[in-house]
């Protein structure tokens, strides 16, 4: 089973032109997101309050190394939610966009963050259809220090009045729609509101010794069109 890390925004005094604060209305944004993810049977988890963009990064790693020992093969996505601005303090900025800074610099970038990056615009612009832009950069420490692939999502301007009304009047269906999304990135199927989850069985097929026979096996089911992977355990006897 993969992993969504949903990381708080930290800036709490950059203000919003609708009243609060930049980590109120993500927060806010977040504590929506969480249920559908939950509902749809994702494994979430979310960094504490308080902590650093530092410290998110470590928080972040932890669950990285204790997910992947206790789920070999499961992969592990962080996902930032933030909103941006031009630092207008009067809240005269005019600019309406979405952006997402991933890993990378001139040469070289993120596969993992811009697949992530790509799926949540697709989803974003069914509700936002305006400027977008993904921006490759090592100047942010909970993309530079995190070991998932990750992404740094900035919804809007929150200096921009426009764009700040439509967040705080459309928080649902934008929770729904990033929910939506987060559920294609870790591989899991959405399920509307109101519906059940359906119930899936897994197959455990050969136990070998050797890495070589299990992965010859792996081979040959993925030839015949199934899905495998496999999984590394100490036993006292053969089960």
Not at 19 to 40: F, Q, Y
Not at 144 to 152: F, M, N, S, Y
Request: net charge positive.
């Amino acid at each position: 089973m993969n992993l969504l890390i949903l990381s708080r925004a930290t800036e709490a005094v950059r203000p919003c032109a609708y009243g609060d604060t930049e980590i109120a209305h993500c927060n806010k944004l977040l504590n929506l997101i969480e249920p559908h993810l939950k509902r749809c049977g994702a494994a979430c988890v979310r960094t504490p309050a308080g902590l650093s963009p530092a410290a998110c990064a470590h928080f972040s790693n932890l669950q990285y190394m204790m997910h992947s020992a206790k789920h070999p093969g499961a992969q592990v996505f962080h996902y930032a939610c933030h909103t941006q601005d031009q630092n207008s303090a009067a809240f005269q900025a005019v600019a309406s966009g979405w952006g997402a800074y991933i890993f990378g610099s001139e040469n070289r970038e993120s596969p993992g963050g811009r697949r992530m990056a790509e799926i949540l615009w697709e989803h974003q612009k069914q509700l936002y259809p305006h400027f977008f832009m993904v921006l490759p950069t090592d100047a942010y420490v909970e993309l530079r220090k995190t070991r998932a692939p990750a992404v740094i999502e900035q919804i809007i301007f929150h200096d921009n009045p426009l764009d700040a009304l439509w967040l705080h009047k459309h928080l649902p269906e934008i929770a729904e729609n990033k929910a939506r999304a987060l559920c294609e990135i870790s591989g899991v199927e959405w399920v509307a509101p109101g519906e059940k989850a359906k119930t899936w069985y897994t197959v455990q097929v050969g136990t070998y010794q050797s890495f070589a026979c299990a992965r010859a096996a792996e081979k040959e089911l993925a030839d015949a069109g199934f899905a495998g992977n496999i999984v590394k355990k100490r036993l006292t006897k053969k089960p």
